[in-house]
């Protein structure tokens, strides 16, 4: 079962005719000439596809009727790219909910549940629980974090290592470690470094330290920092931090890691997730910090489903949270820092929700962050720009040559597509519409149920 609501010819070639798709993931010389159609910056296009591949993207009406199915106006994007997940913690909610529904309590029951269970088959299994969803969603490139306190790394990133060359070719997968900070004071974070290193990953940690772990500037987040530049240069990694994720206001990490990268000239690429306490920051320090991002050449993921969740959540059950839980997104990316969103976690102590689904994540960041009125191009936080972070240049978006993986709407326009949930899209890899039928959740109920 596909839940398709047309079927691509099963030729090798075929044209997707009357299409719509946004102006801004049209990555063509001439996409300035296509014809607007619908809300926003939709343009109307006929795509091609050859042996798999997009092979022309033409103004709508280009091609005749027996090239291919009309879509009648449907929306054709390409398949979205989810830079900042914890594929390692997902599902876990049965048998590790989070008593407070707050960050402290996330933290306390992750820790309780990876001491007591997460051995290979553990993280495997859910791992992979993740990725069909994800797979069946539409996603083609992840990045995951691996939580990597001692000895979770050494079981966690080999089972990575097998889950990436295993999905190779329909899921591009990355990693990145993440650990407190203060580790790479130390041998262990030599020890990480290497094997992160020997996994092809990124280097990241969180701004927080466990030896002073209510402090949101602990005292030695500099020489950390540095340290954690270090070791990355000197194995060649990029950098990947979970940074600020707080509502604490004395939370001021993020220029502290710019201003580091900086002063040892830092080569590789930087992502900073999280941010949240700069928008508590005075305009003049949410200015400076930027101009320091630009500077590194820091890009920035804002993970709003989670944020929200987590943040100025209250245990008084007659208090009503105020906040919604996001970095100063706009500002960023209107001073041109890369910004992305992301799905952060799913179903787990961090975010009791979430289905893998960077659609859903794109349409909840639309109404969270206002990436509305006009939606201009947003849509990119959750494609193109994601997949230039990760330096996969065909992914994220709609160019002759690049692969045909794409999702297919049958909404044609923005509202449409924002109104309503999109679980009736086909999704074409190679130019095949697969599957999309979602794994059960029962699957797991042996690993995660019953105790
Ligand atoms: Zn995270």
Redesign the pocket.
């Known amino acids: 079962m596909t839940h398709a609501f047309f079927a691509p010819p099963a030729t090798g070639r075929y044209a997707l005719r009357n299409a719509r798709a946004p102006r801004c993931l049209i990555d063509t010389p001439d996409a300035g000439a296509l014809a607007p159609a619908g809300d926003g910056d939709l343009v109307a296009i006929d795509l091609q596809v050859a042996d798999g591949r997009v092979e022309a993207i033409a103004p709508g009406g280009s091609f005749a009727a027996d090239h291919g199915p009309d879509l009648d106006a449907s929306l054709v994007l390409p398949g979205f790219v989810d830079v900042?997940t914890?594929l390692d913690k997902g599902h876990i909610w049965p048998r590790q909910a989070n008593a407070t529904g707050d960050g402290a309590g996330a933290a306390a029951a992750t820790q309780r549940d990876r001491t007591a269970n997460w051995h290979a088959e553990d993280v495997r299994r859910r791992m992979d629980f993740a990725l069909r969803t994800a797979y069946a969603r539409g996603v083609v490139a992840i990045r995951t974090?691996l939580d990597s306190l001692a000895p979770q790394a050494s079981i966690s990133f080999p089972v990575f290592r097998e889950m990436r060359a295993r999905w190779a070719g329909r899921i591009d997968l990355q990693v990145s470690s993440?650990a407190p900070l203060d580790i790479f004071l130390g041998d262990e974070g030599v020890q990480l470094a290497d094997i992160v290193a020997e996994s092809g990953g990124n280097l990241g940690c969180v701004t927080k330290s466990q030896r002073f772990p209510g402090d949101p500037m602990p005292p030695d987040l500099d020489d950390a920092l540095a340290r954690v530049f270090q070791l990355a240069t000197e194995r060649g990694l990029d950098v990947d931090l979970?940074v600020d994720e707080s509502t604490d206001p004395r939370a001021r990490s993020l220029i502290r890691v710019a201003r580091t990268a900086i002063a040892q000239r830092f080569k590789g690429r930087i992502l900073c997730?999280?941010c949240t306490s700069l928008a508590l920051q005075t305009d003049e320090f949410i200015e400076e910090t930027i101009a320091a991002c630009r500077e590194a050449g820091i890009a920035i993921v804002s993970?709003p489903t989670?944020n929200m969740y987590l943040q100025d959540r209250s245990t008084d059950a007659t208090r009503t949270p105020r906040w919604r839980g996001v970095t100063v997104l706009h500002e960023l990316k209107a001073r041109g820092v890369q910004v992305a969103v992301a799905g952060?976690?799913c179903r787990d102590p961090?975010y009791a929700y979430g289905d893998h689904d960077m659609l859903d994540t794109y349409t909840q960041a639309v109404k969270i962050l206002h990436l509305d009125h006009p939606f201009g191009d947003w849509i990119r936080a959750a494609s193109a720009t994601p997949a230039a972070i990760m330096g996969l240049p065909e992914r994220g978006v709609l160019r002759a040559g690049g692969p045909a993986d794409l999702m297919v709407l049958r909404a044609r326009s923005y509202s449409e597509m924002l109104a309503r949930h999109q679980f009736d899209r086909t999704v074409l890899r190679a130019g095949r519409a697969i599957d999309t039928t979602l794994p059960d959740h029962r699957e797991l109920d042996d690993l995660v149920m019953g105790r």
Do not use: Y
């Open positions: 900042h914890h974090h993440i979970h997730g999280h993970l989670v952060d976690n961090f």
